[in-house]
Each structure stands twice: as structure tokens, then as C-alpha cells.
């Protein structure tokens, strides 16, 4: 049972467009949503993150928008670079007690062309 | 602040074989995770230590997998024998406890032949 789908393997976008990466998710319980970024050989790296209770959330080149209606989110990048090519996860949590578990989706490699 | 340690990076084992992986938090993260990623899939979550108390458990393959956290800092997870499925990368991870967003270190990759 895949809680958390993340429906392209893969997106190449040219420099400076703008790259879309989206998740969907099936339990209406999750009320944190995150995105992780991973190159080759190294762990995923915490990106940027959203409450439930919130529709957009915006770091830099980074927006994470959430559509609690749609079960849906997405992640904006503005304007992409070749350094933001690496494997993109989504991942939702059940936040708060003692046990934060995050359920992953399967990645979305992302290339950016010079 | 240093990352979170893991070794070894690679292991390469004959099915039946047993093998250990170790991992260091960061200093003074109480939470630590193994996480298991297998090629194509994202990590899936196969224990979470609270200091040096099992929090969640519940997709560990109990019959072949173990993990410990005797000292509530660094932990092992063992694989007792081992299976030609559990070739994979074991992401061990810590945060504070309540924080949001987890640090990761860069994983083990098995090899199971």
C-alpha cells in the first residue's frame, strides 16, 4: 500500500525554467509534509517542509505548495540549476507523540540541462 | 556540527552470511532511525530508538533483523541471515526528537549475492 506516490521517475527541465515535482498522497492524516533531495552516494538531505495547516510554503528558489482537497502537493523550483540535479523524494508524516515517521515516496530524478 | 556516521559504506555478502552496520548520531539527537531503501523505492522505516528505547518497531523483519541502542548514542542493526532481497542501502538518521526534519548520514549499501 503506497501512501505516498510520486508518479515521474524522472523530469529534465533546462536552466533557469522553472521545475515541477509533484506527490500524491492517499492518508488524509498526515499533517507534515517534506521534501528531500539526494545526489548519488550521499543520504537525503532535508530541503524544505509544510504543516498541513498551511497552503504554500517558500524558502529561497524553493515553494511547496499543498492542496489538502486534492491529496496533492508540489514543489516549485525558480529558477532551476544544473547543481539542483539529483533524486527528489516526498515524504509525510503522522507528527507529534513519540514516533515521527515519515512514509517516502519512490523519487523523482531530476535533471537540469545547461 | 558533524553529520551522522555510518560504516561501512559498502558490504558485499554471500546469502546466509550475517553482517552489522553501525551508525553515530549527532551529538545530543536523543531520536535515532534505520531506514531501508531498496533500489527504486524510497526508505522505508525499519526501527526508531528514543535514547536507548525502541519506539517503533513495527516493519522490522524481526526473524532475521535486530538493532540495538545499549548507550543511547551510536547503534548497531544486524541481518542474521541474510537474503537476497535485503540487498539495499540502510540509512540511519537522528534528529532532537521534535524537530521536523530528520539529518540523514550516507548509508551502507549491501550487497547480498
Known amino acids: 500500500d503506497q501512501q505516498v506516490k510520486q508518479n515521474s521517475p524522472s523530469l529534465s527541465v533546462q536552466e533557469g525554467r522553472i521545475s515541477i515535482l509533484n506527490c500524491d498522497y492517499t492518508n488524509s492524516m498526515f499533517d507534515y509534509f517534506l521534501w528531500y533531495k539526494k545526489y548519488p552516494a550521499e543520504g537525503p538531505t532535508f530541503l524544505i517542509s509544510i504543516s498541513s495547516i498551511k497552503d504554500k510554503n517558500e524558502d529561497g528558489r524553493f515553494t511547496v505548495f499543498l492542496n489538502k482537497s486534492a491529496k496533492h502537493l508540489s514543489l516549485h523550483i525558480v529558477p532551476s540549476q544544473p547543481g539542483d540535479s539529483a533524486v527528489y523524494f516526498c515524504?509525510?508524516?503522522?507528527?507529534?507523540?513519540?514516533?515521527?515517521?515519515?512514509?517516502f515516496g519512490t523519487g523523482t530524478l531530476l535533471a537540469v540541462q545547461p | 556540527e558533524a553529520g551522522v556516521a555510518q560504516s561501512p559504506r559498502y558490504k558485499i555478502i554471500e546469502k546466509r552470511q550475517s553482517v552489522a552496520f553501525w551508525c553515530n548520531p549527532i551529538?545530543?539527537?536523543?531520536?535515532l532511525y534505520w531506514y531501508q531503501q531498496i533500489l527504486g523505492q524510497g526508505p522505508k522505516l525499519l526501527i526508531q530508538?528514543?535514547?536507548?528505547?525502541?519506539?517503533?518497531d513495527s516493519q522490522l523483519p524481526k526473524d532475521r533483523f535486530s538493532a540495538e541502542r545499549l548507550k543511547g548514542v551510536d547503534s548497531t542493526l544486524k541481518i542474521q541471515p541474510a537474503k537476497l532481497e535485503d540487498s539495499a542501502v540502510y540509512l540511519c538518521?537522528?534528529?532532537?526528537?521534535?524537530?521536523?526534519?530528520?539529518?540523514f548520514g550516507s548509508g551502507t549499501r549491501l550487497t547480498v549475492v
Open positions: 530508538f528514543q535514547n536507548n528505547g525502541v519506539v517503533d
Open positions: 551529538s545530543g539527537h536523543a531520536t
Open positions: 538518521a537522528s534528529s532532537k526528537g521534535s524537530d521536523y526534519g530528520y539529518t
Open positions: 515524504a509525510a508524516s503522522l507528527w507529534g507523540g513519540a514516533t515521527n515517521k515519515l512514509i
